[in-house]
């Protein structure tokens, strides 16, 4: 069987935390390609990009809700606004544990909220919650084109 291939895009603006996301999908062994925004803006940019590309959208995003430009839940409410993108699964990924943002974050239908104090080392309890989500779950086919290894 043929192992499917992730195409991630991770929002944040923290260079050391999109490091150890990356550092921690390269350990594991899943196969994934990941895009990185460092705010909103630039990830609606990515997204509308990747309309047209080969790869085509992402299957998962993973969001920081504290960014400069566009925050988190600004993104939220822009990506379910579009028929195009509001199928796209999103993962709150934040330093935030207050309950308002995990509220927020709920309204505006994130698959997760994880706190980023809780993600392991080199993100190891992440990868391992996203490795088991993506190869358990069941997903719509968006396209002719499914990305499969």
Request: proline share 4%; net charge negative.
């Amino acid at each position: 069987m043929n192992a499917k291939l992730l195409h991630l895009l991770l929002i944040d603006d923290d260079e050391v935390d999109r490091e150890a996301v990356g550092r921690g999908f390269d350990a594991s062994g899943i196969p994934y390609v990941i895009t990185v925004a460092k705010n909103g803006v630039d990830a609606l940019a990515v997204l509308h990009a990747s309309v047209d590309s080969p790869a085509g959208c992402p299957h998962l995003i993973l969001l920081d809700l504290n960014m400069p430009q566009m925050g988190g839940l600004s993104f939220l409410d822009a990506l379910r606004a579009d028929p195009a993108f509001r199928h796209i699964i999103v993962i709150a990924l934040t330093t935030s544990t207050r309950n308002a943002d995990v509220t927020a974050a709920y309204e505006r239908n994130v698959a997760a909220y994880i706190a980023k104090s809780s993600m392991g080392e080199d993100c190891a309890d992440l990868v391992q919650f996203i490795h088991s989500y993506w190869r358990l779950a069941e997903f719509p086919m968006l396209s002719e084109d499914a990305a499969f290894a």
